[in-house]
């Protein structure tokens, strides 16, 4: 696997924007339902882009996977619950974001139902609207809704960039697909020592 297989790339502050996935106490926290350790352990090099990134004027967007209760009782096909159990139900303490992280200085939170940050919610439009090109994407899980939401920024024309030592997994090799995958199709890769914005 190579977690970065793109030279070093100065980010215009101006026209990138940080995309925190999910990074929720479901999946974070000892106590959540779909907590596994290294999406806890993530926590530290997620903060330490975000940080970064609020020095240099560049706006971070948070997403939260939320669920409302009867969400999935008449689909066809789609069912989160029935794949992962129920799982950051809506109102629930497990769907709000870990308090370890700089929320209060979001400058946007997408509220999202699926994998993908982009299906049926605002996150084109906000990026549009304040002239975003590339996305620095961190989060969890890897080759879950980390994956899905790069990919689907690339359909978009967005120049997605997975920071590879800022994900969280359930599996090590889960983390190596996604990222290699993520380089291979459709984006980028980077680490954390590799990203600076100029």
Not at 109 to 117: I, L, M, R, S
């Amino acid at each position: 696997m190579s977690d970065a297989a793109s030279p070093p790339a100065a980010f215009d502050p101006d026209r990138t924007a940080v995309v925190v996935v999910d990074m929720q106490n479901g999946f974070c926290h000892p106590d959540g339902s779909l907590h596994a350790p290294a999406s806890e352990a993530a926590i530290d090099p997620v903060a330490a882009l975000v940080g970064r990134a609020h020095d240099a004027g560049t706006p971070v967007i948070y997403t939260r996977d939320v669920h409302p209760p009867g969400q999935f009782d008449d689909t066809h096909y789609y069912d989160e619950f029935e794949r992962w159990g129920e799982h950051v139900v809506e109102g629930t303490w497990e769907a709000d974001l870990v308090d370890d992280l700089p929320t209060d200085d979001a400058a946007h939170v997408v509220e999202k139902h699926t994998y993908d940050a982009f299906y049926r919610t605002d996150l084109d439009g906000w990026l549009d609207s304040h002239g975003v090109d590339d996305l620095l994407i961190c989060g969890t899980l890897a080759n879950v809704c980390v994956l899905h939401t790069a990919g689907s920024a690339g359909l978009r024309d967005y120049r997605p960039v997975v920071v590879a030592d800022a994900l969280g997994y359930i599996e090590a090799d889960h983390r190596a697909y996604a990222v290699d995958h993520a380089d291979w199709l459709f984006g980028e890769t980077t680490t954390l020592d590799e990203v600076r914005f100029e």
